[in-house]
Each structure stands twice: as C-alpha cells, then as structure tokens.
C-alpha cells in the first residue's frame, strides 16, 4: 500500500508543480461551466472561458 501511495505521489508531483495555480484554473473552469451556459453568450463562450485561462496562467507566471 505505501509502494502506491508513493507512486501516486510521484504522479501528482510530476503533473502539478503550483497547486495554487491549478486550484485557480480548476475554479475558473467550474465557474464557467456553471455560469457560461446561462449567459447565452453564444460563439463567445469558448474566446472567454480562454481568456480567463489565459489570464490566471499569466498573472502566476509573472515574476
């Protein structure tokens, strides 16, 4: 059982190095899976769920 738990381990510290940034991304996304169908937004839905990646994963990796 610990050999698995390590290996786990080994995996999420492989995939995620910034847990505050993926828990934002993972936010927005359920944000916006919630609240863009209800916007009627249209075509604009894509462009905007996006940009809000886009703006997360710039804001963290700025320096």
């Not at 916007?39 to 700025?62: D, E, K, N, Q, Y």
């Amino acid at each position: 059982m610990r050999v698995l738990r390590r290996c786990l381990v080994e995996a999420w510290d492989l995939f995620v190095d910034d847990v505050t940034t993926v828990s934002m991304l993972l936010c927005w996304i359920a944000a916006a899976w919630l609240l863009l169908p209800l916007l009627t937004l249209g075509v604009w839905s894509g462009p905007l769920l996006f940009a809000g990646l886009a703006a997360i994963i710039a804001l963290r990796t700025r320096g």
